[in-house]
């Protein structure tokens, strides 16, 4: 399972980038907290950008790309911490 994301575009800034690739990626929207900014890994020089979506909606179907697969699962908060904490066993 891996979170929605995805590169900015030129002029783009970081909220715009999530709201876009949120409805891209899954057909919804949200309201954003912004929770930390850090690098991809030790090699790149590439800047993430991390946020809490909440009060989620959705508005649309996806709009993949050719080549994704994106399969949505919804669960609750909780659900979500106690998938993290299996996941780490």
């Given at each position: 399972m891996e979170l929605p994301g995805g590169a900015k575009n030129e002029g783009e800034s970081p909220e715009d980038t999530i709201r876009r690739e949120l409805l891209e990626k899954t057909g919804y929207t949200a309201e954003f907290?912004?929770?930390t900014r850090c690098l991809e890994c030790g090699y790149s020089n590439t800047d993430r950008h991390c946020f809490v979506a909440t009060h989620c909606k959705k508005v649309s179907e996806q709009q993949l790309?050719?080549?994704?697969?994106?399969?949505?699962?919804?669960?609750?908060?909780?659900?979500?911490?106690?998938?993290?904490?299996?996941?780490l066993d």
């Amino acid at each position: 399972m891996e979170l929605p994301g995805g590169a900015k575009n030129e002029g783009e800034s970081p909220e715009d980038t999530i709201r876009r690739e949120l409805l891209e990626k899954t057909g919804y929207t949200a309201e954003f907290y912004f929770v930390t900014r850090c690098l991809e890994c030790g090699y790149s020089n590439t800047d993430r950008h991390c946020f809490v979506a909440t009060h989620c909606k959705k508005v649309s179907e996806q709009q993949l790309d050719e080549n994704e697969y994106v399969e949505v699962i919804t669960m609750t908060l909780d659900d979500f911490r106690k998938h993290l904490r299996t996941a780490l066993d």
